[in-house]
């Protein structure tokens, strides 16, 4: 909530000032994006990066697509009284020189109604698109991750 007042700050003073960056797009790095491998017959998938923004304007991630999905939305997750759940959100925001990232038990991109089943080692592709209309095309390592896995990751911590 309070992250959401401050970029909202952040982007206004930078809207404010006389200087021109480059497009979202071109600020954003993406590190290392990836999707959940589902079971063939499972539709519902997650996706899953970091966006670096090298530049000195406040960003947000406004949608994504893919032409193997129907439908992607932006979705957090909630503990709604010990239980996990997801929501969808507006947007991402991504500061000025931060790093935002979309994990497991985090933010994702959702991925809904796909097309063609995915296959650990497979490239799945995906638009993302920002707040200025840019888009940025990325490829999408398919791996397989477990809950298990997710649950010593967090034991790790
Ligand atoms: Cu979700």
Do not use: C, Y
């Amino acid at each position: 909530m309070f992250k959401h007042i401050f970029s909202g700050m952040l982007l206004t003073l930078v809207l404010a000032s006389p200087v021109f960056a480059g497009s979202a797009a071109d600020d954003i790095q993406i590190i290392d994006p990836w999707a959940r491998e589902v079971p063939p017959g499972l539709t519902t998938s997650a996706g899953f990066l970091g966006m670096k923004n090298t530049g000195d304007k406040a960003h947000r991630l406004v949608a994504a697509e893919s032409s193997n999905t129907g439908m992607v939305e932006l979705h957090t997750h909630i503990n709604d009284n010990g239980v996990m759940r997801m929501r969808p959100v507006e947007d991402i925001p991504v500061a000025a020189g931060a790093t935002t990232t979309l994990q497991p038990g985090g933010l994702h991109l959702m991925l809904m109604m796909i097309k063609k089943p995915l296959k650990a080692g497979e490239k799945m592709p995906i638009t993302l698109i920002f707040e200025d209309g840019s888009k940025k095309d990325i490829e999408a390592e398919v791996r397989h991750f477990s809950m298990e896995k997710m649950n010593r990751m967090k034991m790790g911590h």
